[in-house]
């Protein structure tokens, strides 16, 4: 008998629905496979709307062959799957739009960054709203919506209500990742054969469409390179001379991969932002699921070489930290810190007001003061902007190192502040 999926509740539903009652155009953008089309499918449905995909090749003919013509003909809210696959219609819609103004017309999803064509941010300026679907975050898994970004900011303490949980079972969680459909397979091996299919798909057809000529062979041992390289400063021109690459090959490569969801860049933090653009990011996979797969990580080899573990978690709490970003009532921007002196955050969270929240991960399940030496350096050169520091770390217990510096079990991204889903009538 064949299996149906879980439909698990999806956080980002809520802002959907708020975007879709007042904003012509909602576009949902994200990773192949992150559960994209099931989402608009099931607020279409509560809409009465009509979903057209143009993975389906006879109706792509018809979009492409005459825009403007396919749009005008569309009567009632519609929903657009993988408008990157026929970005003509863009402009098609927003002449819709400018002749009747209605909110929740159109809702389009993207498994590209569709803002990156050209003229697409000036043409729908004002008349579109952008959210991104990650893969499945820990609380949608377990049916709660995490609040751990509000509970860092608030004025209360945040060590009260996490519980730790066995290194080996973070690793586990982190293995799995968030993609439904791997999620499913709990045979490891299973997962694995997923996650081949997955890349050679995104490989050998979105990322070549994306690039529209069919010389892209060195992205499959690229995509492994920074796989192997996750959570660290991205250097172009040490990477550039490691695969024989000319930097602005490389450059370009490296905007597919992130147009594609398939890599994602994190700015570093500086007071005046204008020096951010000079500074080196972090690189990360953002998902650990296929960060796994990609770096031939398994329990039993982490089991071996336990250092291996320390890239998989920081990439694991970035990406839940990511995921999260879309629910949350503080609003922030992730970011890293880094000094001269080589003193670095994982992670810096900056609020709209300023405030500023740094994240440290480490593996082990101990803590002791050495292991807050970034935040003490963040907290220096932030000043009043500095709001609360963290250690995350496989131990059990939440303890306070200073009134604003904490350790916390690195569970604490799903437990602190997470209120359980209120199922709709």
Same mark, same amino acid.
């Not at 994306?210 to 400063?233: F, H, V």
């Given at each position: 008998?064949?299996?149906?999926?879980? #439909?698990?509740?999806?956080?980002?539903?809520? %802002?959907?629905?708020? =975007?879709?009652? *007042?904003? @012509? $155009? /909602? !576009?949902?953008?994200?990773?192949?496979?992150?559960?994209?089309?099931?989402?608009?499918?099931?607020?279409a449905?509560?809409?009465?709307?009509?979903?057209?995909?143009?993975?389906?090749?006879?109706t #792509?003919?018809?979009?492409?062959?005459?825009? %403007?013509?396919?749009? =005008?003909?569309? *009567?009632? @809210? $519609? /929903? !657009?799957?993988?408008?990157?696959?026929?970005?003509?219609?863009?402009p098609?819609?927003?002449?819709?739009?400018?002749?009747?103004?209605?909110?929740?017309?159109?809702?389009?999803?993207?498994?590209?960054?569709?803002?990156?064509?050209?003229r697409?941010?000036?043409?729908? =300026?004002?008349?579109?709203?952008?959210?991104? !679907?990650?893969?499945?975050?820990?609380?949608?898994?377990?049916?709660?919506?995490?609040?751990?970004?509000?509970?860092?900011?608030?004025?209360?303490?945040?060590?009260?209500?996490?519980?730790?949980?066995?290194?080996?079972?973070l690793?586990?969680?982190?293995?799995?990742?968030?993609?439904?459909?791997?999620?499913?397979?709990?045979?490891?091996?299973r997962?694995?054969?997923?996650?081949?299919?997955?890349?050679?798909?995104?490989?050998?057809?979105?990322?070549?469409?994306?690039?529209?000529?069919?010389?892209?062979?060195?992205?499959?041992?690229?995509?492994?390179?920074?796989?192997?390289r996750?959570?660290?400063?991205?250097?172009?021109?040490e990477?550039?001379?490691?695969?024989?690459?000319?930097?602005?090959?490389?450059?370009?490569?490296?905007?597919?991969?992130?147009r594609?969801?398939?890599?994602?860049?994190?700015?570093?933090?500086?007071?005046?932002?204008?020096?951010?653009?000079?500074?080196?990011?972090?690189?990360?996979?953002?998902?650990?699921g296929?960060?796994?797969?990609?770096a031939g990580?398994?329990?039993?080899?982490?089991?071996?070489?336990?250092?291996?573990?320390?890239?998989?978690?920081?990439?694991?709490?970035?990406?839940e930290?990511?995921?999260?970003?879309?629910?949350?009532?503080?609003?922030?921007?992730?970011?890293?810190?880094?000094?001269?002196?080589g003193?670095?955050v994982?992670?810096?969270?900056?609020?709209?007001?300023?405030?500023?929240?740094?994240?440290?991960?480490?593996?082990?399940?101990?803590?002791?003061?050495?292991?807050?030496?970034?935040?003490d350096?963040?907290?220096?050169?932030?000043?009043?902007?500095?709001?609360?520091?963290?250690?995350?770390?496989?131990?059990?217990?939440?303890?306070?190192?200073?009134?604003?510096?904490?350790?916390l079990?690195?569970?604490?991204?799903?437990?602190?502040?997470?209120?359980?889903?209120?199922?709709?009538?």
């Amino acid at each position: 008998m064949a299996r149906h999926p879980v #439909l698990f509740d999806r956080h980002t539903t809520r %802002a959907l629905e708020a =975007a879709l009652a *007042d904003t @012509p $155009v /909602v !576009l949902v953008v994200g990773p192949r496979q992150a559960g994209k089309t099931t989402l608009c499918r099931l607020v279409a449905e509560r809409r009465g709307a009509r979903l057209l995909s143009l993975d389906d090749a006879a109706t #792509l003919a018809a979009a492409s062959a005459d825009p %403007a013509g396919f749009i =005008a003909a569309l *009567d009632g @809210p $519609v /929903v !657009l799957d993988e408008i990157q696959k026929a970005p003509a219609l863009l402009p098609a819609i927003k002449l819709a739009v400018d002749r009747r103004r209605e909110p929740g017309r159109f809702l389009l999803t993207g498994s590209a960054d569709v803002l990156a064509l050209p003229r697409v941010s000036e043409s729908l =300026a004002g008349r579109m709203e952008v959210l991104t !679907l990650w893969p499945l975050s820990q609380g949608e898994l377990a049916g709660r919506i995490e609040g751990f970004v509000d509970a860092l900011f608030a004025a209360a303490k945040p060590g009260l209500g996490a519980t730790g949980e066995a290194r080996a079972d973070l690793v586990e969680r982190a293995l799995r990742g968030g993609f439904p459909e791997a999620v499913a397979r709990r045979d490891p091996e299973r997962r694995r054969a997923w996650f081949r299919s997955y890349v050679t798909t995104m490989l050998e057809r979105d990322v070549r469409n994306l690039a529209q000529i069919e010389g892209l062979t060195d992205l499959p041992w690229l995509l492994n390179l920074l796989a192997a390289r996750s959570a660290s400063l991205l250097n172009i021109a040490e990477l550039s001379r490691g695969i024989g690459l000319p930097h602005t090959t490389l450059t370009r490569y490296l905007a597919l991969l992130e147009r594609a969801f398939l890599v994602r860049r994190v700015p570093a933090w500086a007071g005046n932002r204008a020096r951010r653009a000079v500074k080196a990011p972090r690189v990360w996979i953002p998902d650990t699921g296929l960060l796994g797969h990609l770096a031939g990580l398994t329990t039993a080899r982490l089991a071996e070489q336990p250092t291996a573990a320390g890239p998989l978690l920081e990439t694991f709490v970035a990406s839940e930290l990511a995921k999260q970003l879309g629910w949350s009532r503080t609003r922030v921007e992730l970011l890293h810190f880094r000094t001269h002196a080589g003193k670095e955050v994982d992670l810096v969270l900056e609020a709209d007001d300023g405030r500023l929240a740094g994240i440290e991960v480490k593996a082990a399940a101990t803590v002791g003061a050495a292991d807050f030496k970034g935040l003490d350096a963040l907290r220096e050169v932030a000043g009043k902007r500095f709001h609360r520091g963290v250690v995350l770390y496989t131990g059990r217990e939440a303890l306070p190192f200073a009134a604003d510096l904490w350790a916390l079990p690195v569970s604490a991204l799903w437990q602190l502040g997470a209120q359980p889903v209120r199922k709709r009538r």
